[in-house]
């Protein structure tokens, strides 16, 4: 049974930092594209970074330069570094995984996701 299990979501201030790791299991996934999505109140679920299975990494233009997305695959585990957070950055984020290796912006094209964890930032 695949599964992917989220952590780390807090509530800090504007300016501060996450780490949210995800630890996948049920499967050989690095050989995946993993990615992280958030999801507002109100909003479509956005794409936040995507690493595929030779660690090339992408970002959305309103994180780059603040949060960085990495993984170990022995330990089969996917991070989001955050920092510099904002109060739009507000959010349940979400881990995912594309089975097969292709990265896509669209969260349907993604096979399993995690449940999620929330981070809130105050100003």
């Known amino acids: 049974q695949v599964q992917l299990l989220e952590s780390g979501g807090d509530s800090v201030q504007t300016g501060g930092s996450l780490r949210l790791p995800c630890v996948a299991s049920g499967y050989a996934y690095s050989r995946d594209c993993m990615a992280w999505f958030r999801e507002a109140p109100g909003k479509e679920r956005e794409g936040v970074a995507t690493?595929?299975?030779?660690?090339?990494?992408k970002y959305a233009d309103s994180v780059k330069g603040r949060f960085t997305i990495s993984k170990d695959n022995a330990k089969k585990t996917l991070y989001l570094q955050m920092n510099n957070l904002k109060p739009d950055d507000t959010a349940m984020y979400y881990c995912a995984a594309s089975v097969g290796g292709n990265c896509y912006s669209a969260p349907n094209q993604y096979n399993y996701w995690g449940q999620g964890t929330q981070v809130t930032v105050s100003s």
């Open positions: 690493i595929d299975a030779g660690s090339v990494t």
